[in-house]
């Protein structure tokens, strides 16, 4: 238990540095040095921890975002999944536009994409055992995959354009759009 609090914690410490040094350069500027030297930690403790700052970066991603949505129970809460994710991105706006900005909205839906799918592949699968069907896989692969490239680009669309959606307009579409898929899957059985 030791070994992983003290994992943890080294992983926490290089996150919170990779936060700071986004607040100042871009994603793409950084380096493993500036990470290490501002941590106090050897090239050999990071790369023991990551493969490189871009799995760095998404782990601080789903552990900040990515894992507490999946404690959610989304077949009731994903009104409330939507709006965390929200205020995740509002009060880490700088460290989303600075990965965006230096990889692109292409490569930041690549970079979520298999948590995104894992997150709607769950609800899915939720949704059938709920609702006591018997889903083609092959069509809960597409349909995990549809609203996987909707939801993931719309999220990433708001949060570098902000300031032009209507926050509870967007959560009202994003709430309706999951409740109208998960009350269509009532109508669908093979």
Known sequence: MKHEVTTYNTKRVLANTLKALMRTKPFSKITVSEIITACKINRKTFYYHFEDIFALLKWMFEEEAIE??????LLADYEEAIRFVMKYVDENDYIISCA???????????????????????????????????IDPDFKQYVAKFYTEALSGMLIDWAKERDKHDRDKVIGYLSSIIGFALKSMELYDR
């Open 100 to 134: 965006y900005d230096s990889i692109g909205r292409d490569e930041m839906k690549r970079f979520f994409y298999t948590d995104f799918v894992g997150v709607v592949t769950s609800v899915i699968d939720a949704a059938e055992e709920n609702l006591n069907k018997n």
């Open 68 to 73: 507490v949505v999946k404690h959610f129970d």
